[in-house]
């Protein structure tokens, strides 16, 4: 290989939901700590373009990266591990693969070949897993399959594991994720799952280096010492991946079966220091003894599936660690929301948030839940579609214009408080064609946000068609309710937050997806903070 990256591929076996994600987020954790320069790579066999057009019910959230890529949310796992973030080339879809290759076929690039999946196809992949590592900023990129081994639309992509391993001997292994399930009637650990797993990745032509083995119980010498012989891998190479009682103790756990360190010996790369992971094991005894506990509402239309929300769950992780207290979400169907029942489903919450979405389901439930908690004092935090129905509850309730909506759900609205973008009036195609990625705002000195951020000049992260509506500004503020956040060059209102209440901010933008461990994110952070205070416990 031309330059010295070296390649860790991620393979799942047995079934899927064995938390790859997390494993590859742990091992490039443990090789940051030990001093390597780390990205992870996520490549999606499924054949949307992105997730963007998905629903959240079959895919959980999408998150967005600085540079305006609507991707998978290991993405979010990544970078709230690595404090590190990605990039449009960490998430690579089958979509994407093939719209690529058909551009290039279309171009008359393939010079009349017959364009077919082994070479074409398995060249692009190819080349997409190298992008990353020709950067030159990485020493090691490791790059997670989606989906299981075995499963029709992952082969092209085991097959370019396959190649690249042959290609480069030298600088690329395998880590293969398994299951070895309990059974209760026998009252036994199994291993056999997992070697019918290696075995379809043998016939596939990929011999795995490494096994990590997820489990409920403790793998012992005897069951190491089998799947070792049985899976053609060395003993120090079976790895036991128990399950965790957090995410993030997982980069601990792996850390004392070496993961990183049998990880590097076979990369031929120095294991240079001890991995420094003071930070980390600070953040997991104080997430372990919060000194308090919160319960914060989240109001969204997805909460059936918690993956839908899972950067705001995880940015409260953060912000409760920061303040020392334990943030426990209640989880509120928006649907379920009326003006009848909104005090019993509410009225109880120390904070609540109003999440992000798109169109009708649930709209009025989050415009109901604004009204109680704008009314009776309750630290409130809306995200994006969040603060558009913040604006409309002020404009229906306080300004007394009943009339006034959102032009995503009445087009023709009278009084259209939150109105579509100019630049998105044009647009027809749905696909990443929203405002996304990150842009910078200008904080109000003085304002909440300001104080929460302690600067007046952010960047935040953006995913969204609809904008407050500055015709109106004017009548929002002379009644209280201040854009205290703005872009800079467009004057589009980026943050709202009201006066004379305890805490009340919304922002336009998605704060969730720049909070890491390392970072938590200064919004949720000052909001728990409020909340805190507002119950009396700072
Ligand atoms: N649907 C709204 C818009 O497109 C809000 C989007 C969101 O909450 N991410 O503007």
């Known amino acids: ?18 938390g790859k994600g997390i494993i590859s987020a742990s091992l490039a954790k443990l090789l940051q700590a030990r001093g390597y320069s780390v990205t992870i790579q996520k490549l999606d066999p499924y054949i949307n373009v992105d997730p963007g057009t998905l629903n959240p019910y079959e895919h959980g959230e999408c998150f967005v990266t600085e540079d305006g890529a609507e991707t998978d949310l290991d993405l979010g796992h990544y970078e709230r591990f690595l404090n590190v973030p990605t990039s449009q080339a960490n998430n690579v879809t089958t979509g994407k693969i093939y719209q690529s290759v058909i551009d290039k076929e279309r171009r008359g690039d393939f010079l009349g070949k017959t364009v077919q999946v082994i070479p074409h196809i398995t060249d692009e992949i190819k080349e997409r897993i190298q992008i990353l590592g020709k950067k030159g900023t990485y020493d090691i990129v490791i790059t997670e399959i989606g989906g299981t081994v075995g499963d029709i639309e992952s082969l092209p992509y085991v097959e370019a594991v396959r190649q690249m391993m042959w290609e480069f001997e030298n600088d690329c292994i395998v880590l293969h994720l398994t299951l070895v399930p309990y059974l209760s009637a026998a009252g036994e650990l199994k291993t056999k799952p997992t070697q019918h797993s290696v075995k379809q990745l043998l016939e596939l032509g990929v011999q795995p280096d490494i096994l990590c083995c997820r489990t409920e119980y403790e793998l012992d010498l005897n069951l190491r010492r089998k799947i070792a012989k049985f899976c053609n891998v060395s003993m120090n190479a079976v790895i036991e991946a128990k399950d965790a009682e957090t ?11 070496e993961l990183d360190k049998v990880v590097l010996e076979k990369l031929s790369l120095p294991t240079k220091s001890v991995p420094n992971l003071e930070s980390w094991c600070d953040f997991l005894s104080r997430l372990k003894q919060p000194k308090s506990e919160l319960r914060i509402g989240l109001v969204g239309k997805y909460v059936e599936l918690k993956d839908s929300y899972k950067s705001i769950s995880e940015a409260f992780i953060h912000a409760g660690v920061a303040n020392e207290t334990k943030v426990n979400i209640e989880w509120i169907h928006s649907e379920k929301i009326t003006q009848k029942n909104v005090k ?12 992000p979405g798109f169109g009708s389901r649930g709209i009025s439930g989050k415009i109901e839940t604004v009204r109680y908690v704008r009314e009776n004092n309750i630290p409130f935090l809306g995200i994006c579609l969040g603060m558009q129905c913040a604006v409309i509850e002020f404009a229906r309730n306080v300004l007394n214009w009943p009339e006034a909506h959102t032009t995503e759900i009445v087009e023709d609205c009278k009084v259209p408080v939150i109105n579509m973008m100019e630049e998105q009036k044009e647009i027809s195609e749905m696909g990443g064609t929203m405002r996304l990625g990150s842009y910078s705002c200008q904080l109000t000195p003085g304002s909440k946000v300001s104080l929460a951020y302690n600067t007046d000049k952010i960047k935040e992260r953006h995913r969204h068609r609809y904008e407050f509506n500055n015709e109106f500004l004017d009548i929002f503020e002379e009644n209280g309710l201040k854009a205290t956040g703005k872009n800079p060059e467009s004057g589009l209102v980026e943050v709202i937050e009201l006066e004379g209440h305890p805490w009340f901010v919304a922002s336009q933008f998605h704060p969730e997806y720049r909070s890491t461990v390392d970072n938590p994110h200064p919004l949720f952070v000052a909001f728990v903070h409020a909340v805190l205070e507002n119950k009396g416990l700072n």
């Open 344 to 355: 019993e489903l509410v009225g109880h919450l120390d904070g609540v948030l109003v999440a």
């Open 247 to 257: 995410i993030y103790d997982v980069p601990i756990l792996m850390q004392a079966e």
């Open 1 to 18: 290989m031309s330059n010295s990256t070296k390649y860790v591929f991620v393979t799942g076996g047995v079934t899927s939901s064995l």
